[in-house]
């Protein structure tokens, strides 16, 4: 597992529930004006998606859980938004249990020799801010209860004996299954459009002789 090294200690969450592979990218996410780039996108399991953000005219409306898009001419910096109803498989709706390896190192390379312990920090939106009592270093597991259905996400950090506390490591979305097994699913793609540059003729080459 990657150790993510994000402060005095360092800390990585893994979570025992199956990937899921839904997919919304672009070909392209920067360029200058008319910029254009093509989104595709593959929602297993998706329905009920739904196009949004800043480019209403050509990006709006429902769209099919699988498909591609050419948008063109865009002027400005904006973002694609899509959102779908996903209809996930019975084996990830109970109850996820987090786990992470031992932090034995400091960010510098050091030897921990003071670890306190974890927080897990859990939330509905990212980065989450909810923060739990403070896990003994000798465990590296947690059974998360009681978690209502919608999309949640976690992370965790590690705390040394003078509460020298790490950054979050990487976040870790956790979909929780309601009724008909379905759960929220939604990602945006951010684009930056800069001002095309006027053409000018190349410089040319200055020699000399004698």
């Given at each position: 597992?990657?150790?993510?090294?994000?402060?005095?200690?360092?800390?990585?969450?893994?979570?025992?529930?199956?990937?899921?592979?839904?997919?919304?990218?672009?070909?392209s996410v920067s360029g200058v004006t008319p910029f254009s780039s093509?989104?595709?996108?593959?929602?297993?399991?998706?329905?009920?998606?739904?196009?949004?953000?800043?480019?209403?005219?050509?990006?709006?409306?429902?769209?099919?859980?699988?498909g591609s898009q050419t948008i063109t001419n865009l002027t400005r910096?904006?973002?694609?938004?899509?959102?779908?109803?996903?209809?996930?498989?019975?084996?990830?709706?109970?109850?996820p249990t987090l786990s992470w390896e031992a932090v034995t190192k400091?960010?510098?390379?050091?030897?921990?020799?003071?670890?306190?312990?974890?927080?897990?920090?859990?939330?509905?939106?990212?980065?989450?801010?909810?923060?739990?009592?403070?896990?003994?270093?000798?465990?590296?597991?947690?059974?998360?209860?009681?978690?209502?259905?919608?999309?949640?996400?976690?992370?965790?950090?590690?705390?040394?004996?003078?509460?020298?506390?790490?950054?979050?490591?990487?976040?870790?979305?956790?979909?929780?299954?309601?009724?008909?097994?379905?759960?929220?699913?939604?990602?945006?793609?951010?684009?930056?459009?800069?001002?095309?540059?006027?053409?000018?003729?190349?410089?040319?080459?200055?020699?000399?002789?004698?």
């Amino acid at each position: 597992m990657k150790i993510w090294a994000l402060g005095a200690l360092v800390a990585a969450l893994s979570l025992s529930l199956p990937a899921h592979a839904q997919t919304f990218t672009a070909s392209s996410v920067s360029g200058v004006t008319p910029f254009s780039s093509t989104l595709t996108w593959d929602i297993p399991g998706g329905k009920d998606c739904q196009a949004s953000g800043a480019f209403t005219s050509q990006w709006n409306g429902a769209k099919t859980p699988k498909g591609s898009q050419t948008i063109t001419n865009l002027t400005r910096s904006g973002a694609f938004k899509l959102a779908c109803t996903v209809v996930v498989a019975g084996e990830i709706l109970g109850d996820p249990t987090l786990s992470w390896e031992a932090v034995t190192k400091n960010t510098d390379g050091s030897t921990l020799t003071n670890l306190k312990g974890y927080y897990i920090y859990s939330g509905t939106s990212s980065p989450p801010t909810a923060k739990s009592t403070l896990i003994p270093p000798d465990k590296l597991s947690k059974l998360i209860e009681g978690l209502t259905p919608t999309l949640w996400y976690f992370a965790i950090t590690a705390v040394n004996t003078a509460d020298g506390e790490s950054e979050l490591s990487q976040i870790l979305p956790v979909p929780m299954g309601g009724p008909n097994n379905e759960i929220p699913w939604t990602k945006s793609i951010d684009f930056t459009v800069g001002a095309a540059q006027p053409q000018v003729p190349a410089a040319p080459v200055l020699r000399f002789s004698r």
